[in-house]
Nanobody, 126 residues
Framework: QVQLVESGGGLVQAGGSLRLSCAASGRTFSSYAMGWFRQAPGKEREFVATISRNGGNTYYADSVKGRFTISRDNAKNTVYLQMDILRPEDTAVYYC???????????????????WGQGTQVTVSS
């Protein structure tokens, strides 16, 4: 089973950028669609972005579209989330997740994912 470890979170000023990384162990990373979710205190965990197994398809939540970019490097067993023009409302714990379901429509539900990382804190100050 794949194991996921996020990194790259931290404190950044509004308007700045961060790049999150999610490193996967195991030999079947390319078999999974990957996604990013986030959860702020007192709020539900929400979908952010997803990318298909070969990287050919991506899908974003409206709240981050045009500012965030998801990508993957299967040779490095890593998925990335490039976050630009960050806003205070982007503050949350960000989670990487893997989905073994067949990609028909973009997987945007928590139920679509069966493996989760531990999360990394992103704090955007004004």
């Amino acid at each position: 089973q794949v194991q996921l470890v996020e990194s790259g979170g931290g404190l950044v000023q509004a308007g700045g950028s961060l790049r999150l990384s999610c490193a996967a162990s195991g030999r079947t990373f390319s078999s999974y669609a990957m996604g990013w979710f986030r959860q702020a205190p007192g709020k539900e965990r929400e979908f952010v972005a997803t990318i298909s197994r070969n990287g050919g398809n991506t899908y974003y939540a409206d709240s981050v579209k045009g500012r965030f970019t998801i990508s993957r490097d299967n040779a490095k067993n890593t998925v990335y989330l490039q976050m630009d023009i960050l806003r205070p409302e982007d503050t949350a714990v960000y989670y990487c997740a893997a989905s073994s379901t067949i990609w028909s429509t973009p997987p945007t539900l928590r139920h679509d994912y069966n493996t989760w990382g531990q999360g990394t804190q992103v704090t955007v100050s004004s």
